[in-house]
């Protein structure tokens, strides 16, 4: 997990709030994934970049803003969030994203009151 | 639509057992990986699997992929407390697909 951090690793906000999630890799890598994981449900892909580039956006609410300053670190920005946004997100990488075996992060536990 | 789904959805197993997970997909694929998740903790990658592989060993697993029943089983032998966690299947589409969709698990418990 070290190859990829992220913080925080727990934050609580309100609905009206604004708040940011960080992601940094260390491994080298040119793809980098936001995940997100609720209860009982499967993990689901939100975005990807690749080189930067977003190359990826699964139908994913305005509400979370990602951003990509260059291959090393991701941000989720979020704003004006829902209670049943309240999840695990995750952080991953991987070499590039048609090598696809990924380094995740320890993710951040949301919780949106 | 889910493209991976884990079987069973919960197995509890004394130390020293060999636990086996299956999983079940929909349409043609690149590779399928197997991860593991500890309760709160981000996944970690297992073992992957190309779709003109039939088995693969590392350590103490096993995984088979079977691409004409489109379904892939990951076995543990000799299985420690500490293997106890949430295991996945991931698969791509196929073809220039490389997007990744996980299933929803299997939930191990090694009781020592």
């Known amino acids: 997990e070290t190859g990829v951090t992220q913080t925080p690793r727990h934050l609580v906000m309100g609905m009206t709030n604004k708040k940011s999630l960080k992601c940094e890799q260390h491994?080298?890598?040119?793809?980098m994934y936001w995940y997100k994981q609720s209860a009982k449900k499967p993990l689901e892909l939100m975005f990807v970049?690749?080189?930067?580039?977003?190359?990826e956006n699964n139908s994913v609410p305005s509400r979370f803003s990602p951003e990509c300053p260059n291959s090393s670190h991701l941000f989720l920005h979020l704003h004006t969030l829902q209670p049943e946004d309240s999840a695990l997100y995750l952080c991953?990488?991987?070499?590039?994203?048609?090598?696809?075996?990924?380094?995740f992060g320890p993710g951040t536990r949301l919780t949106v009151l | 639509s889910q493209q991976g789904e884990e079987d069973p959805q919960a197995l509890s197993i004394q130390e020293g057992e060999n636990a086996t997970m299956n999983c079940s997909y929909k349409?043609?694929?690149?590779?399928l990986q197997w991860y593991r998740q500890n309760s709160g903790r981000g996944l970690v990658h297992l073992i992957l699997?190309?779709?003109?592989?039939r088995e693969k060993h590392s350590g103490r697993l096993r995984v088979t992929l079977d691409t004409s029943k489109k379904s892939s089983s990951l076995l543990i032998t000799a299985s420690r407390a500490a293997d106890t966690a949430s295991y996945f299947c991931?698969?791509?589409?196929?073809?220039?697909?490389?997007?990744?969709?996980f299933g929803k698990g299997t939930l191990l418990t090694v009781n020592p």
């Open positions: 991953a990488s991987s070499r590039s994203d048609i090598y696809n075996e990924q380094f």
């Open positions: 491994l080298g890598h040119n793809a």
């Open positions: 970049y690749n080189f930067k580039e977003q190359t």
């Open positions: 349409t043609s694929i690149n590779n």
């Open positions: 699997i190309r779709s003109n592989e």
């Open positions: 991931a698969t791509d589409g196929g073809g220039s697909n490389y997007k990744l969709t």
